[in-house]
C-alpha cells in the first residue's frame, strides 16, 4: 500500500520535505497544505518588491500546485488551513477557506511547518490600523505596496532594527520615502555586538534614515506614531518587524511536547513527541552547536537542512544533526554585515570564556580601485583557541569570510587552524593573507600573551581618565583628524624619539588600522617597554564607534576628527 504524506505549511519547510519524500519514493502520495494563496515563495527578498529591484511581485512565487503536480506529483493546496490533529486515527482535519468545507485526511507520516508569525503585541494602541503592517508573505508585502502607491505615503516608521526592519528601511529608502527606524534596544541587528553595530548606525544615520535606539513604539496614530519616551514620529505608513513567535497552537492543540524555548520539541531526527509527526523551520526548538542547549533559529538554509533529514529519516536513511550556529548576512545601504556563531553577549551569558580578536583590513589588495576596509571580529574560547564566533561587516565580500569562519567552527576548528587555512587569492578578490588568517594570528598572539590591546570601546573611558595616548601616524594624517591630547610621533622615527614616551604609565598606541601600530608595540616590547597597548582598529574603528553615541548624546567627541573610509 502506497505510503500517505501530508505536509503543513510551505515554503522552505514543507515544500523541501515534500519534494525530498518524492526523490525518494516515487508511489507515496504527497500532500501539502498551505493556508495561504502561495505554497512556495521567496520571503527573503519579499523586501526588495518595494525597491523595484524585484518588479512583478509574481517573480516572488517559486512553485505553483500546478508545477508541483506536474514536475513532482505532489498535490499542493493553497487556501487550506490545518485545523487539528487526530493523532490516534492518524487525520487531519482540513478547512477549504475559499469553500468553508471541511474533511478529515489520513497520513502515515505528518510533517509539521507552519513557521513563526509577526509579533504584534494588542497593547499597543492602534495596532490594527489600516496602515499598520507586518510582513510574512507575498500577499503582505503587495499590500504594503499598493497602500503606500494609493494613498501617496511618504513617511514611514518601522518598528523593528533585526533582519527584516533593516531590509525594509533600505528597500523603502530606495522607493524614495523618508524612513524612521525605531528600536528598543541600543543598537539594530542583536546577533552583532553593541561595538560593531555602531558602524550600521553610522551608515544608517549617514543615508537619511532616522535612526531611534533605546525607545520602543507605545501607540499607533493615523499619521503618527507616539514612542514610549512620549516622543512622536511622523507616518502615514508603519511597519511592524519586532520579531517573530513560533505557530505552534496546532502542536500544542494535538499534545506534542513544546520546548523549553516555546519551540515544538523535536529529537535528533526531527521527530516530535509522537513519533509519526515531525517538525521543522521556525517552528521548532534546535539544539546550539556551540553550548548544546536549546534554542530557536528562524533562517531558510537550517530549515531545508532540517526538511532533507526528516525526509531521509522516513526512509530509513541515515541522519546526522549537530546543531545550528545560526551564520546569516544582511546589507545596509553600501555595507554589508555577517555574523556567525556566539557574539559576546551570548558568551557572558552562557559564562564561556573568549577573548576577542579585533582587525581592520582591506578586502583585496589595497591598489585595487574598489579595495575597502573590513572590519572583523573574531571570538575564540580562552585558553584552548577554539573559534566560537565571527562578525564581519564592510563593503566587499564579508559573507565569503564569515562562511569560512562557519565552516571551521563546525569542524570544531581552532585558531592554529584558522591560521594555517589556504584560500584563494588574487588581488582582484583577496589578499595573500586573508583577513581571517589575520584575526586567527592576531588571535594567537594575544592568547600566547605576546602583546597587550584594548578595543574601540575603551577608549573614551580611558581618554576620560586621562590615559596617554600616542599617534604613530604621519604628521599629515594626525592633523586630519586625531585623539584629543595624544603626542604625535611617527612609526618612521620613533626609536629617535623614545625619550618622549613615557615608561611610569601606560600608554595607548593606535595609528589608521591598528597595523602600524600594533608594529610598534611589538618593537617596543622588544625595548624593554611593558606598558604600551594597542587600540585594536584604531583611528577607523575608535571614529565610527564613536560617531553614533557623539550625535545621539550630543556629547564631546574625543576625537578632533572624524577619520572614515
Not at 78 to 97: A, F, G, P, Q, Y
Not at 508 to 524: K, L, P
Request: glycine share 8%; proline share 4%; hydrophobic share 40%.
Amino acid at each position: 500500500m502506497n505510503k500517505r504524506f501530508v505536509t503543513v505549511g510551505g515554503v522552505a519547510g514543507a515544500a523541501s520535505v515534500a519534494a525530498r519524500l518524492r526523490r525518494l519514493d516515487e508511489e507515496a502520495i504527497i500532500t501539502m497544505y498551505e493556508k495561504g494563496e502561495h505554497v512556495s515563495f521567496s520571503n527573503c527578498s519579499l523586501p526588495y518588491y518595494l525597491s523595484g529591484d524585484i518588479q512583478d511581485a509574481m517573480d516572488l512565487v517559486l512553485m505553483d500546485p500546478d508545477l508541483f503536480m506536474s514536475r513532482y506529483n505532489i498535490e499542493a493546496k493553497t487556501n487550506h488551513e490545518v485545523l487539528s490533529i487526530n493523532r490516534k486515527d492518524k487525520t487531519v482535519r482540513v478547512k477549504n477557506l475559499l469553500s468553508g468545507m471541511e474533511t478529515d485526511e489520513p497520513y502515515d507520516k505528518l510533517f509539521l511547518s507552519p513557521g513563526a508569525k509577526p509579533v504584534m503585541p494588542r497593547v499597543i494602541e492602534g495596532i490594527h490600523l489600516p496602515h499598520v503592517f507586518s510582513v510574512r508573505n507575498v500577499g503582505d508585502i503587495v499590500a504594503i505596496k499598493e497602500y503606500i502607491t494609493e494613498n501617496v505615503i511618504q513617511d514611514i516608521a518601522v518598528i523593528g532594527g533585526g533582519f527584516i526592519g533593516i531590509e525594509m528601511m533600505e528597500s523603502l529608502h530606495k522607493a524614495g520615502k523618508q524612513v524612521t527606524v525605531v528600536e528598543m534596544a541600543d543598537q539594530v541587528m542583536m546577533p552583532f555586538d553593541l561595538d560593531m553595530a555602531q558602524f550600521l548606525h553610522k551608515e544608517i544615520m549617514d543615508n537619511g534614515v532616522d535612526l531611534i535606539l533605546g525607545d520602543g513604539i507605545r501607540s499607533i496614530h493615523p499619521d503618527h506614531v507616539v514612542l514610549a519616551s512620549g516622543k512622536q514620529v511622523k507616518a502615514g505608513a508603519v511597519i511592524m518587524s519586532i520579531g517573530v513567535s513560533p505557530e505552534i497552537l496546532l502542536a500544542k492543540e494535538a499534545g506534542l511536547e513544546i520546548g523549553e524555548t516555546g519551540g515544538i520539541k523535536v529529537n535528533h531526527h526531527y521527530q516530535t513527541s509522537d513519533p509519526d509527526i515531525y517538525a521543522m523551520g521556525d517552528a521548532v526548538e534546535v539544539t546550539s552547536f556551540i553550548t548544546g542547549k536549546p534554542t530557536r533559529l528562524t533562517l531558510a538554509g537550517p530549515a531545508q537542512k532540517q526538511a532533507r533529514d526528516a525526509a531521509d529519516h522516513v526512509m530509513g536513511r541515515e541522519v546526522r544533526q549537530d546543531g545550528v550556529i545560526g551564520s546569516s548576512v544582511v546589507r545596509c545601504f553600501e555595507l554589508n554585515a555577517a555574523s556567525t556563531g556566539m557574539n559576546e553577549k551570548q558568551l557572558k551569558k552562557e559564562n564561556i570564556p573568549y577573548q576577542v580578536s579585533f582587525v581592520v583590513a582591506y578586502d583585496k589588495v589595497s591598489l585595487m580601485p574598489d579595495a575597502h576596509p573590513m572590519f572583523f571580529k573574531l571570538l575564540y574560547a580562552n585558553p584552548s583557541g577554539k573559534l566560537l564566533g565571527a562578525q564581519a561587516i564592510g563593503q566587499g565580500n564579508v559573507d565569503k569570510r564569515i562562511d569560512v569562519v562557519a565552516a571551521m567552527i563546525k569542524m570544531h576548528g581552532s585558531l592554529s587552524d584558522l591560521k594555517g587555512l589556504e584560500l584563494s587569492y588574487s588581488p582582484l578578490f583577496g589578499t595573500a593573507k586573508d583577513v581571517v588568517n589575520h584575526a586567527a594570528l592576531n588571535g594567537l598572539n594575544l592568547l600566547n600573551g605576546e602583546y597587550q590591546q584594548v578595543l574601540m570601546e575603551d577608549v573614551r573611558l580611558l581618554w576620560e581618565e586621562g590615559a596617554f595616548f600616542l599617534d604613530v601616524r604621519e604628521e599629515w594624517e594626525y592633523s586630519q583628524g586625531h585623539i584629543k591630547g595624544a603626542l604625535n610621533i611617527p612609526l618612521s622615527g620613533f626609536r629617535a624619539r623614545l625619550d618622549e614616551i613615557p615608561t611610569d604609565q601606560k600608554v595607548y598606541i593606535y595609528c589608521r588600522s591598528g597595523q602600524r601600530s600594533y608594529n610598534m608595540v611589538r618593537a617596543m616590547n622588544n625595548l624593554g617597554y611593558r606598558n604600551v597597548y594597542n587600540v585594536a582598529g584604531s583611528m577607523l574603528a575608535v571614529s565610527l564607534h564613536e560617531y553614533y553615541w557623539d550625535k545621539k548624546l550630543e556629547r564631546e567627541p574625543i576625537v578632533t576628527g572624524y577619520v572614515f573610509p
